[in-house]
């Protein structure tokens, strides 16, 4: 069973910073794609930002381009989400999740294209 594991939410004011973190078992970092995804109360499932398995490749939503950066570890497992200059929009609960991929530089934007997901972390960003 593959296990994601989110760190890192909690409350920070507009302009603040916040880096998020998802600790997945060995095997999901083999040959698995990485994104971060969010969801705010009364909202879908939305695309943040995701990385390649190799993390040649980087993909960011419109809104967080320039304030968001994914990162990952291989060794550790593990991979980042980088959050400066928080707005409340920002607001939601986080989800890592894992997609496996033979493309070693892509990552998929779809929900529906990643097998493993994380239990979420909130972030609340105050005005």
């Known amino acids: 069973q593959v296990q994601l594991v989110e760190s890192g939410g909690g409350l920070v004011q507009t302009g603040g910073s916040l880096r998020l973190s998802c600790a997945g078992s060995p095997r999901t970092f083999s040959s698995y794609a990485m994104g971060w995804f969010r969801q705010a109360p009364g909202k879908e499932r939305e695309f943040v930002a995701a990385?390649?398995?190799?993390?040649?490749?980087?993909y960011y939503t419109d809104s967080v381009k320039g304030r968001f950066t994914i990162s990952r570890d291989n060794p550790k497992n593990t991979v980042y989400l980088q959050m400066n200059s928080l707005k409340p929009e920002d607001t939601a609960v986080y989800y890592c999740?894992?997609?496996?991929?033979?493309?070693?530089?892509?990552?998929?934007?779809?929900?529906?294209?990643?097998?493993?997901w994380g239990q979420g972390t909130q972030v609340t960003v105050s005005s």
């Open positions: 990385i390649s398995w190799s993390g040649g490749r980087e």
């Open positions: 999740a894992a997609s496996n991929q033979q493309n070693s530089d892509y990552a998929p934007e779809s929900t529906l294209e990643y097998d493993y």
